[in-house]
Nanobody
């Protein structure tokens, strides 16, 4: 199983980025997906999760109203649309897949992880 995350980069505050994660999971449509991030010197945190059918989503308070998670099960892909980026959004972003299929903010509920993609936001 592989999760390939992409789309990170260096942007200015207020800009947008769209992260993508393609999963080589045969039963992708049964997995919950999530995006986590880890900033230097900080613990990894959950920022957005989506259930297996995409009917349920959950966001960290710090990104609500700015970030949107979505998925296409036919393409084995999950996205994170990030708008109005702030310098505090600077981090390595990871996608994760959880076989329980339900949204969860706990990293222990996710079985597979991508390699991470760097997002840097300058003021």
């Amino acid at each position: 199983v592989q999760l390939q995350a992409s789309g990170g980069g260096s942007v200015q505050a207020g800009d947008s980025l769209r992260l993508s994660c393609v999963a080589s999971i045969r039963t992708f449509s049964t997995y919950a997906m999530a995006w986590f991030r880890q900033a230097p010197g900080k613990e990894r945190e959950s920022i957005a999760t989506i259930s297996w059918r995409g009917l349920s989503t959950d966001y960290a308070d710090s990104v609500k109203g700015r970030f949107t998670i979505s998925r296409n099960n036919a393409k084995n892909t999950v996205w994170l649309q990030m708008n109005m980026l702030k310098p505090e959004d600077t981090a390595v972003y990871y996608c994760a897949a959880g076989s329980k299929g339900i949204t969860s903010i706990s990293e222990y509920d996710y079985d597979y992880w991508g390699q991470g993609t760097q997002v840097t936001v300058s003021s």
